[in-house]
């Protein structure tokens, strides 16, 4: 299997390389180079250039903004986008909620919400987990009954990314609690604004508000916010989080952060050990990177298999061992929080100092979750030992 890129494929990581160059504000480059915070107003710029260009939603139909691109263009525009580095356009929107709209929608819902989810004018968040709900979803208890032309919502989600900053919420809820498990549920789009809903913060461990528990008290929501068939959100739900894994190989993340990595450790004169042991993440990461490659060309050709699950164990493994290289390094420092705000992770400091290691922890300490969400890492060894090794 040739896995070199072609002459187009090489031409059109320039004019990638080049477009971003010179249309990433500077200040949202410079904030994601230094592993700080950025905000929502960053992010929906930024998706708002991208989508300008036609590059925001690649993946989708042509008709609602797809590029027609192939797995392989789509796979360079994410690398360099994250390399940057700057922020890949909002999960939520562009790899869930939008291609579960474009193939389970009715076209009024697709043209009501796909231009505004592409432009990032609602911001989506999550309703999948619940307390009791989260490596076994299907066990959740979210309640949607019927009264007339609406459902009428109650319950609790948990973990919600970013609902302190959402319009909208897509959320699976039970809409037959005498059915089996999976074929009693719906997939639900609800407006925040809906009388009823609160939203909670937690705080996590590296002191960052991003998640949030979301509470449903008697919310009225209309009949024609329910995508597909009453009773087979599960659907909408495989098919999203297939998506959603795929998006986590991270190639480019891990290659910025790897860069800068060795660029300290050469200025601090690291030791041999610690050299080793870059190198031997670094190794990994470029396996990473050729089974990347492989999957998308199999994918390419029609090929289905466990290629979501592979990427996304992978991926975060090799992210989780990259902050714990910058913690090895910074040593007793890294003991220090210095962080101004609390949502700032890596600094880019010119040298290693107190300073610069004194931030590591929080990112060290924020990335565990790339781990657990998304479907927890055991959970993807679950289904590779079930398709690869037929356990
Ligand atoms: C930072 C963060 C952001 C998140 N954002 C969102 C969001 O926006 N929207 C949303 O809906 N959810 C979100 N989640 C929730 C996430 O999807 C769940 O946390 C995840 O599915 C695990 O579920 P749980 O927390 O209930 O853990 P549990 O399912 O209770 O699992 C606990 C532990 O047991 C292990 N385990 C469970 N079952 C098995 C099994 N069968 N075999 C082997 N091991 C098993 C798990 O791997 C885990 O280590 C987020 C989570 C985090 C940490």
Request: proline share 5%; with cysteine.
């Amino acid at each position: 299997m040739d896995l070199s890129f072609t002459k187009e494929e090489l031409a059109f990581r320039t004019e990638v390389r080049d477009f971003i160059k010179k249309s990433l504000p500077e200040s949202i480059r410079a904030k994601m180079q230094d592993g700080k915070f950025t905000s929502k107003e960053d992010m929906v710029t930024w998706q708002r250039i991208l989508n300008a260009k036609g590059w925001a939603v690649p993946h989708w139909p042509v008709e609602w903004g797809g590029a027609g691109w192939t797995a392989i263009q789509r796979y360079i525009l994410r690398e360099e986008i994250e390399a940057a580095p700057a922020m890949t356009p909002l999960s939520f929107n562009v790899n869930m909620v939008g291609p579960v709209i474009a193939h389970f929608g009715t076209p009024e819902q697709k043209q009501r919400f796909l231009p505004r989810c592409a432009n990032i004018d609602d911001w989506w968040c999550q309703g999948f987990s619940e307390p009791g709900a989260g490596s076994d979803l299907a066990g959740l208890r979210t309640a949607a009954r019927r009264d007339g032309n609406h459902y009428v919502v109650n319950g609790q989600k948990m973990w919600t990314t970013y609902a302190h900053y959402a319009d909208w919420i897509f959320c699976l809820v039970r809409t037959d609690p005498q059915a089996k498990k999976q074929e009693g549920i719906s997939f639900l789009l609800i407006d925040m604004k809906s009388p009823g809903i609160t939203v909670k913060s937690i705080v996590t461990i590296d002191g960052a508000h991003e998640v949030n528990e979301v509470f449903f008290d008697d919310v009225r929501v209309p009949v024609e916010n329910l995508i597909g068939t009453e009773n087979r959100g599960w659907d909408c739900a495989k098919f999203l989080l297939g998506n959603e894994r795929t998006g986590m190989a991270r190639i480019g993340i891990s290659k910025e952060r790897l860069k800068y990595l060795k660029k300290i450790a050469e200025e601090e004169d690291a030791d041999p050990g610690f050299l080793q042991k870059l190198a031997a993440v670094e190794i990994e990461l470029k396996a990473h990177e050729m089974t990347t490659l492989r999957i998308l060309s199999a994918e390419q050709r029609g090929a289905k298999g466990p290629g979501s699950s592979i990427l996304k164990l992978r991926g975060t493994e090799i992210m989780q061992s990259i902050t714990e290289l910058y913690l090895s390094l910074a040593g007793p420092f890294g003991l220090q929080s210095r962080r101004e705000g609390p949502d700032e992770h890596l600094s880019n400091e010119e040298a290693l100092d107190p300073e610069w290691a004194g931030v590591i922890a929080p990112t060290y300490f924020n990335w565990r979750k790339l781990s657990i969400y998304g479907g927890s890492n055991e959970i993807q060894k679950n289904i590779l030992a079930k398709m690869v090794l037929g356990l």
